[in-house]
């Protein structure tokens, strides 16, 4: 149950925040999964360790990012922006978790967070973005200052991961959305009398931009 005020009085009594159950989930961790975005000012306000992981390697920035939620990714960085680049047991740091376009957005307003952390197949948040035609999150990262030339484990740049981007590895809603930003209207209406469809318009929007961004 959700009762901030019972949250309030135990913490008041000298509640630890900090204490995790056997999964490894703290308080803050719960609050995260539930999206309570009360609790977790009140958990914050106390004893806390935004460093504490879960099973999974999980802290609560991870959580929040996972979630998608804009808000809870603020509050937690607001508390300690040094745990941006923390990263999970399979090398993800924030910037990859992001299950949203706002929580990438809300990572990026703090200029702690590192923008070029590989994850273990040597992939960046920009490489990760491309490779799943995600054209609103490549736009973001490039405009933050993300490296376009970087290269992963198997030295595939974003540029290439973009355009290796199979049917079915892409969902529609990734591109569509967002792929009025990567180029001019008339260049998608030129491209588009050749008679290619979004995801291959996509990829060719995508490419351009890392091109003219200094790949």
């Known amino acids: 149950n959700r009762r901030p005020e019972l949250v309030r009085t135990l913490l008041k009594c000298g509640a630890d925040g900090a204490v995790q159950d056997e999964a490894g989930d703290s308080p803050l ?110 736009v973001a990262l490039v405009r933050a200052g993300a490296s376009v030339g970087a290269q992963d484990l198997q030295g595939e740049s974003a540029a290439h991961l973009a355009l290796q981007a199979e049917p079915g590895q892409v969902e529609e809603e990734e591109y569509s959305g967002g792929l009025e930003e990567l180029a001019e209207p008339s260049l998608l209406e030129g491209l588009g009398r050749l008679g290619l469809d979004r995801r291959h318009l996509a990829q060719l929007a995508v490419v351009a931009l890392l091109l003219r961004s200094g790949f």
């Open 29 to 138: 961790h719960l609050a995260l999964v539930q999206g309570d975005l009360t609790i977790l000012a009140l958990l914050l306000e106390g004893p806390h360790n935004l460093l504490a992981a879960n099973s999974r390697g999980h802290n609560a920035l991870h959580i929040a990012a996972v979630r998608g939620d804009r808000e809870a990714v603020r509050a937690v960085l607001g508390r300690d922006p040094g745990v941006a680049n923390m990263v999970s047991r399979e090398g993800d740091s924030a910037l990859h978790l992001a299950a949203s376009l706002a929580s990438l957005q809300a990572l990026l307003e703090f200029p702690q967070a590192d923008l070029d952390i590989a994850d273990s197949r040597g992939r960046t948040a920009l490489q990760g973005a491309a490779s799943l035609l995600q054209t609103s999150r490549v």
